[in-house]
């Protein structure tokens, strides 16, 4: 089955970096594109970044251009989002989600657990 699981989050202080990761299994992962969503406390999901299935295409939210990237890599099966220039209202739930197909666009059908980012001084 498809399993999706994140790492990396943590404490970091503003100005601070953290990089996620999200290791998944049970689908063809160079087939398929790649998202991060967040959910602050008390809001609603927001979508972060995509990638396309052969990582020629990224997007982002206006809310994290020019401080995040999102890479993957293929041969580990996994999606990284480095997250620099933190801010406090980074904080908050960010999950991994795969894409229905090999664009991002086309919907989110699975979702891993989330892993919590807190950025505080």
């Known amino acids: 089955q498809v399993q999706l699981v994140e790492s990396g989050g943590g404490l970091a202080q503003p100005g601070g970096s953290l990089r996620l990761s999200c290791a998944a299994s049970?689908?063809?992962?160079?087939?398929?594109?790649m998202s991060w969503a967040r959910q602050a406390p008390g809001k609603g999901l927001e979508w972060v970044s995509g990638?396309?299935?052969?990582?020629?295409?990224?997007y982002y939210a206006d809310s994290v251009k020019g401080r995040f990237t999102i890479s993957r890599d293929d041969a580990k099966n996994t999606v990284y989002l480095q997250m620099n220039s933190l801010k406090p209202e980074d904080t908050g739930l960010y999950f991994c989600?795969?894409?229905?197909?090999?664009?991002?666009?086309?919907?989110?059908?699975?979702w891993g657990q989330g892993t919590q980012v807190t950025v505080s001084s």
């Open positions: 049970g689908f063809i992962f160079s087939a398929y594109a």
């Open positions: 989600a795969k894409e229905m197909g090999g664009f991002c666009g086309g919907g989110l059908d699975y």
């Open positions: 990638i396309s299935s052969d990582g020629s295409d990224t």
